[in-house]
């Protein structure tokens, strides 16, 4: 079940990702941290981009929410 979002930041289609659908290890643009297997996520990307896999990108539901607040975090190195 995915939705379209409009924010600041553009049009975005979102994706809701249950705890028992994670099976692999993401990381959240939003914090820089792991969403590990068995963690509830969103899964976002441009809403005119068609929803090419190399777009789309996995944030916690919570910095989900908060992007337009504070922006990504630079990866750590």
Do not use: F, N
């Not at 990381?27 to 792991?34: A, F, V, Y």
């Not at 990108?57 to 908060?66: E, K, M, V």
């Amino acid at each position: 079940m995915q939705r379209t979002e409009s924010g600041a930041d553009g049009d975005w289609i979102v994706r809701p990702v249950t705890a028992t659908q994670t099976t692999k290890m993401y990381r959240c643009p939003g914090c820089d941290h792991e969403i590990r297997p068995g963690t509830a996520h969103v899964v976002a990307w441009p809403a005119d981009d068609l929803g090419t896999v190399a777009d789309r990108r996995h944030w916690h539901t919570a910095c989900w929410s908060a992007r337009t607040r504070r922006g990504p975090t630079p990866r750590r190195r």
